[in-house]
């Protein structure tokens, strides 16, 4: 086992190294960022003082190496805009996101779920194919215009929930949290119920295939014959037997939503680390852009490890090394 | 083929799914000629035709069934050259990423080893990371215009028939066709493009339809989000992104119908897209 767990974390630190790379060339590389930083009238003086201030004049590989280096300390730079360190920029944001995104797959998966074990449990009724229905256009719609569709609904024709910004937040641990009052929540159902629908429409199809699957197994033959009522066969049986894929969705899941966070807070102007690297595209504000990659990376290969040891830890045949 | 048409008659909504997508494809291509305006010759707009509700007749003397944008342009017709756009960009970006992700597929099934562990483990490393992510940073780097834009999408979706090509050239290579191909002095790689990619098709066609609405999908997205096409060529995501500032004073139909147009082309193919794959599945063949 720890040979296993070692060997998966040289493999992420090596995928890290070279997504770290990825970005850094995909970023400097192309186009200068001196023309971003100084106006195009300073004098040749001050032009280069400031590309040899950050090292912009030295070759590719010893920029990379510097940043790298700055980078195992925890110094992911200065943004070029603001002109604070992109660290601290970035974690500012993220709880503005990380709310967001847990409360998408949570309605994901109280509503997903649920709906699901009904579609499974009875394929053929009309409501099940209406929730069916409902989830081919969770999948196929564009979270950016259902996002318009809810603030047009519920924003402008409706006037129940305000169509953007995020609500008064209270301190909790140092970090502002919204959820906790009942303003905030009003400013987070919208962007939540968007950002929720792609999770939703994949939590319907899984649970719904797999009740489908264990409706037809003999644990669900002998708790009918021991005369449970289908109710409690689906609360204690099938949804405990479904959970196990759900639960391994859910947590890949959650990463992704940190990302399509991008799209539903630039529609409700959601303060978010969605928001900052859109922003920081188009003032081309490399650090950050660079900055938050990194992160997102580094999120992802966390996320992608865990699974991985937690599926070592539940299936023996994968702790011998080797593939799957 | 005629068997695989009665086969998909049986379901109806993919033959209404069908037939929309053909008319959407037809009007798109017929643009120029059924439109009343050509939307991008400044000649024809007239600011006083600006942000009119549908029905309104303009000074082109012919109504604007859908209504006008904010630069007078008849939205019908924006719309057909909107959708030009878009399923261009779907189209080359789906045919493209079909053909590099297969070629890699194939490619590692057959080499094996070392080539086969560092396709799949980039594959499986991409297919772990969004695909508008990658995108995103993709055209922020790139900059705006046609190529950047297929190159991103391209980069974003390869992954998903690079693993279909991989996982039914591995299944197909095993079989005794294959093998038996292999046993004639026929050229190896005859073998793979002659014997194996044919019988590997089905699963790509299926994943290319999808992709071709995702591919949709995303590139609308990224218009929308103003990283998309340039301004001289709006796809329905920049359209639709032009009338959200006008959403708020009420004037819906500027960004409401092109997206309507969006999701019933994204809708339609999907739908299509899942006949085809139930079709093809052998374990749902009766």
């Known amino acids: 086992m720890l040979g296993y767990v070692i060997q998966r974390l040289i493999q992420a630190s090596l995928v890290m190294l070279a997504m770290s790379a990825l970005v850094f060339v995909g970023v400097y590389a192309i186009g200068n960022p001196i023309d971003v930083l100084i106006s195009p009238d300073a004098t040749q003086d001050i032009r280069a003082a400031t590309i040899r201030h950050y090292g912009l004049d030295l070759p590719l590989w010893q920029q990379y190496l510097a940043f790298l280096g700055r980078l195992v300390q925890g110094d992911l730079g200065r943004s070029f805009v603001l002109n604070i360190p992109v660290l601290e920029l970035v974690l500012s944001r993220l709880p503005a996101t990380l709310e967001l995104a847990l409360a998408s797959v949570l309605i994901g998966a109280f509503i997903g779920i649920p709906l699901g074990i009904y579609a499974g449990y009875k394929p053929d009724s009309p409501v099940s194919k209406g929730i069916m229905a409902a989830s081919v256009l969770g999948f196929s719609v564009p979270t950016f215009w259902v996002g318009l569709i809810l603030i047009l609904t519920f924003a402008v024709n409706l006037d129940w929930l305000p169509a953007g910004q995020r609500g008064p937040t209270v301190e909790v641990l140092g970090v502002g949290w919204s959820f906790l009052t009942l303003e905030g929540l009003q400013f987070l159902a919208l962007p939540a119920l968007n950002l929720s629908l792609f999770k939703l429409a994949m939590m319907i199809r899984l649970s719904r295939a797999g009740t489908r699957e264990v409706m037809l197994s003999d644990t669900v033959k002998f708790a009918r ?4 009522s289908e109710f409690t066969i689906l609360r204690r049986h099938v949804l405990r037997l479904i959970s196990i894929p759900l639960v391994t969705v859910f947590g890949l899941e959650f990463g992704s939503t940190l990302a399509f966070a991008v799209v539903t807070e ?27 990659l990194v992160l997102v990376a580094f999120l992802f290969v966390t996320i992608n490890l865990v699974v991985d040891l937690t599926y070592a830890l539940l299936d023996p045949r994968l702790r011998r090394g080797g593939r799957v | 083929m005629a068997a695989f048409w009665r086969e998909y008659r049986e379901s109806w909504i993919a033959v209404v799914a069908l037939a929309v997508v053909l008319l959407v494809v037809a009007a798109a291509l017929l643009a120029p000629w ?13 600011l006083r035709d600006a942000r009119r509700a549908p029905g309104f007749v303009g000074s082109g003397g012919y109504v604007h069934w859908l209504g006008t944008d904010a630069q007078g342009r008849d939205l019908f017709s924006a719309i057909l050259y909107g959708l030009r756009i878009s399923l261009q960009m779907g189209i080359a970006a789906g045919a493209v990423a079909m053909t590099l992700g297969a070629t890699l597929g194939i490619l590692a099934a057959n080499a094996g080893g070392r080539i086969e562990q560092a396709i799949m483990r980039v594959v499986d490393l991409q297919l772990s990371f969004p695909a508008i992510l990658l995108a995103l940073v993709l055209v922020a780097v790139l900059g705006q215009g046609k190529v950047p834009l297929i190159i991103a999408l391209v980069t974003a979706q390869y992954a998903y028939f690079a693993r279909t090509a991989y996982g039914a050239a591995t299944a197909e290579r095993q079989k005794d066709y294959v093998e038996a191909a292999r046993a004639t002095p026929l050229p190896g790689h005859r073998v793979v493009v002659r014997h194996l990619l044919p019988n590997c098709l089905p699963p790509l066609i299926v994943v290319g339809t999808v992709q071709v609405a995702n591919a949709i999908s995303l590139e609308a997205t990224l218009s929308f989000l103003g990283l998309g096409l340039p301004p001289t060529e709006p796809s329905l995501g920049m359209l639709i992104a032009n009338g959200f500032q006008y959403m708020m004073s009420g004037r819906t139909w500027i960004s409401v119908y092109p997206g309507i147009a969006l999701i019933v082309l994204i809708v339609a193919i999907n739908v299509v897209g899942d006949q085809l794959r139930d079709q093809f599945n052998p374990r749902l063949r009766r």
């Open chain 1, 225 to 228: 014959a021991a005369g449970l």
């Open chain 1, 266 to 292: 630039t529609i409700f102007s959601w303060p978010g680390v969605g928001k900052l690297i859109i922003d920081s595209i188009t003032s081309l504000d490399r650090p950050v852009m660079v900055g938050y």
């Open chain 2, 34 to 46: 059924i439109t009343p305006q050509d939307p991008y010759d400044l000649a024809n707009l007239n």
